[in-house]
């Protein structure tokens, strides 16, 4: 693509100002409309697939050649979506989508003004296969396994994009571009490809690279001509969520040396600047993510993310996510996430309830411990105070599991930084995205050891970095070429064969 136009959108709607056919002007009709359109793009060149050429021809007709087109570059060139009639007015419009294993999240965008409409999110459907990355990869690879995994993405999708347009008055028609970012797994499975490889030595995927694909080819209920961009994948274990993070926080356009932290299915961490970027992955993801504790919860309304502890009294002051509908009616609490879980744990060391080992001091928990089935256990909400009717306790195996998960996180960052050679202290910004972003409090995860004692200020939350990415994508020409750029200059640091960071862990 031409320098000067590395930041205009790469989907956009031309009015090519065509004049119907006569005796002197016998042009054919695709010839006329690819001719149009050269014109408003200042000669380049102009493809139209055999698909449309009838539909074109027809619709010329009908509103007597007076149309708009919706096109898209590719590769230098542009390519016809879809032609629509002049004078309906009716906005472009795309979605961007973060392709989570356990949630997915849609963003309806005007791709003419660049404006969000809306965004709604559900639980993956295939969840109802496995709620792992694994069960899903064995069932994908059993008779028709891939397939349904598929359909059940994709019919899903569908459904929820259908209702988000409907909701902001967009016709499936209308929509003519989509940019999706998930981990490799599930863009395989997004795709229809075999995951086989992914969970196996050599750890291969299908494909990493994958371009643009027309959404017709993958069954969308959206304009069949609309190109589909997929974020490119690294590997097996560092997907094209990562990808689009990076993209979001922008540390692949800064001076300084910066890291993202994405803590999903597992915590994905990159470190580096505009010259270089190393990445990797690990498994401390699921229990942050709230699978570590009988009361975890993924966070949610109702679900407990803050705790403080007064520290003579003992007593608990429990803060839940609430939405901005029930935010002031007081609800009971149904368990906790993960941000949740690290506040608990550091205001129980810091009020002397648990020692450095992360045991229970008995005689400063009083009757809030209680031993189950040779387990202790610290009731957190007696039954009374719980939206479950019964009592959510934390229990010495999940302080436990809780120190597990936090010794591989700051294990990855510290194997991580020692690889490039590089000190915490000489971090620029420390950048946690995505949902444990958002609620974690960053004294609490260096309070128990999790994350650096670093400066409040150098901790960053972004949110959903991942969705945000794929928006950025969606938008502009320059933003998408950067996504594979970023692909291009990662270094991927394997952890699964790192005998420091086994060392270290232990």
Same mark, same amino acid.
């Given at each position: 693509?031409?320098?000067?136009?590395?930041?205009?959108?790469?989907?956009?709607?031309?009015?090519?100002?065509?004049?119907?056919?006569?005796?002197?002007?016998?042009?054919?009709?695709?010839?006329?409309?690819?001719? !149009?359109?050269?014109?408003?793009?200042?000669?380049?060149?102009?493809?139209?697939?055999?698909?449309?050429? !009838?539909?074109?021809?027809?619709?010329?007709?009908?509103?007597?050649?007076?149309?708009?087109?919706?096109?898209?570059?590719?590769?230098?060139?542009?390519?016809?979506?879809?032609?629509?009639?002049?004078?309906?007015?009716?906005?472009?419009?795309?979605?961007?989508?973060?392709?989570?294993?356990?949630?997915?999240?849609?963003?309806?965008?005007?791709?003419?003004?660049?404006?969000? =409409?809306?965004?709604?999110?559900?639980?993956?459907?295939?969840?109802?296969? !496995?709620?792992?990355?694994?069960?899903?990869?064995?069932?994908?690879?059993?008779?028709?396994?891939?397939?349904?995994?598929?359909?059940?993405?994709?019919?899903?999708?569908?459904?929820?994009?259908?209702?988000?347009?409907?909701?902001?008055?967009?016709?499936?028609?209308?929509?003519?571009?989509?940019?999706?970012?998930?981990?490799?797994?599930?863009?395989?499975?997004?795709? @229809?490809?075999?995951?086989?490889?992914?969970?196996?030595?050599?750890?291969?995927?299908?494909?990493?690279?994958? @371009?643009?694909?027309?959404?017709?080819? =993958?069954?969308?209920?959206?304009?069949?001509?609309?190109?589909?961009?997929?974020?490119?994948?690294?590997?097996?274990?560092?997907?094209?969520?990562?990808?689009?993070?990076?993209?979001?926080?922008?540390?692949?356009?800064?001076?300084?040396?910066?890291?993202?932290?994405?803590?999903?299915?597992?915590?994905?961490?990159?470190?580096?600047?505009?010259?270089?970027?190393?990445?990797?992955?690990?498994?401390?993801?699921?229990?942050?993510?709230?699978?570590?504790?009988?009361?975890?919860?993924?966070?949610?309304?109702?679900?407990?993310?803050?705790?403080?502890?007064?520290?003579? #009294?003992?007593?608990?002051?429990?803060?839940?996510?609430? +939405?901005?509908?029930?935010?002031?009616?007081?609800?009971?609490?149904?368990?906790?996430?993960?941000?949740?879980?690290?506040?608990?744990?550091?205001?129980?060391?810091?009020?002397?309830?648990?020692?450095?080992?992360?045991?229970?001091?008995?005689?400063?928990?009083?009757?809030?411990?209680?031993?189950?089935?040779?387990?202790?256990?610290?009731?957190?909400?007696?039954?009374?105070?719980?939206? +479950?009717?019964?009592?959510?306790?934390?229990?010495? &195996?999940?302080?436990?599991?809780?120190?597990?998960?936090?010794?591989?996180?700051?294990?990855?960052? #510290? &194997?991580?930084?020692? #690889?490039?050679?590089?000190?915490? &202290?000489?971090?620029?910004?420390?950048?946690?995205?995505?949902?444990? @972003?958002?609620?974690?409090?960053?004294?609490?995860?260096?309070?128990?050891?999790?994350?650096?004692?670093?400066?409040?200020?150098?901790?960053?939350?972004?949110?959903?970095?991942?969705?945000?990415?794929?928006?950025?994508?969606?938008?502009?020409?320059?933003?998408?070429?950067? =996504?594979?750029?970023?692909?291009?200059?990662? #270094?991927?640091?394997?952890?699964?064969?790192?005998?420091?960071?086994?060392?270290?862990?232990?």
């Amino acid at each position: 693509m031409k320098e000067k136009e590395k930041n205009c959108p790469w989907i956009r709607k031309v009015s090519p100002g065509l004049t119907p056919p006569s005796l002197r002007d016998n042009t054919a009709d695709v010839d006329r409309l690819i001719k !149009g359109i050269k014109k408003e793009l200042k000669g380049e060149e102009v493809h139209v697939d055999f698909s449309l050429t !009838g539909k074109v021809s027809a619709s010329l007709k009908q509103w007597g050649y007076d149309v708009s087109a919706s096109i898209y570059e590719e590769h230098g060139d542009w390519r016809l979506i879809d032609i629509h009639d002049a004078q309906d007015n009716e906005r472009i419009c795309g979605v961007a989508i973060d392709l989570g294993s356990t949630t997915v999240v849609l963003r309806l965008m005007d791709l003419e003004t660049g404006i969000a =409409l809306g965004e709604s999110s559900f639980h993956n459907p295939q969840i109802e296969i !496995g709620a792992d990355i694994l069960t899903r990869i064995h069932f994908a690879t059993r008779g028709e396994g891939l397939l349904r995994l598929q359909r059940m993405l994709i019919e899903r999708l569908n459904e929820e994009i259908g209702a988000l347009g409907r909701k902001h008055g967009v016709w499936p028609s209308r929509i003519v571009g989509m940019s999706v970012a998930g981990n490799t797994t599930m863009t395989h499975l997004f795709l @229809g490809l075999n995951p086989y490889g992914i969970c196996r030595e050599p750890y291969i995927p299908v494909v990493n690279r994958i @371009g643009l694909i027309r959404s017709r080819e =993958l069954g969308l209920d959206i304009n069949p001509g609309a190109p589909v961009l997929v974020s490119p994948n690294v590997g097996s274990y560092f997907g094209g969520d990562l990808i689009a993070g990076i993209l979001a926080s922008g540390i692949n356009r800064q001076d300084e040396v910066s890291f993202l932290v994405d803590v999903g299915t597992n915590a994905e961490v990159v470190v580096g600047n505009k010259e270089w970027l190393m990445a990797c992955a690990g498994a401390a993801g699921p229990a942050l993510e709230g699978g570590v504790a009988d009361m975890g919860m993924m966070a949610a309304p109702g679900v407990i993310d803050r705790v403080v502890i007064d520290p003579v #009294t003992r007593e608990f002051t429990i803060g839940m996510i609430q +939405t901005a509908a029930d935010s002031n009616q007081v609800k009971r609490p149904v368990g906790i996430c993960g941000s949740g879980l690290i506040d608990l744990a550091a205001q129980l060391f810091l009020a002397g309830m648990i020692d450095l080992r992360g045991r229970f001091v008995e005689e400063e928990c009083g009757d809030r411990v209680v031993e189950e089935d040779g387990i202790h256990h610290l009731i957190v909400v007696p039954p009374k105070d719980s939206g +479950t009717g019964r009592a959510l306790t934390l229990s010495q &195996t999940d302080i436990d599991g809780l120190i597990r998960s936090k010794a591989a996180m700051y294990t990855i960052l #510290t &194997t991580i930084a020692n #690889t490039v050679n590089i000190s915490f &202290t000489e971090i620029g910004k420390f950048y946690v995205a995505g949902t444990f @972003g958002s609620y974690i409090d960053p004294r609490s995860a260096i309070t128990i050891g999790m994350i650096p004692d670093l400066p409040l200020e150098t901790y960053v939350s972004l949110g959903n970095t991942s969705l945000e990415g794929a928006g950025m994508a969606l938008l502009g020409a320059e933003a998408k070429e950067a =996504l594979f750029q970023i692909r291009d200059q990662i #270094t991927y640091l394997e952890l699964n064969v790192n005998q420091e960071f086994m060392n270290l862990f232990s």
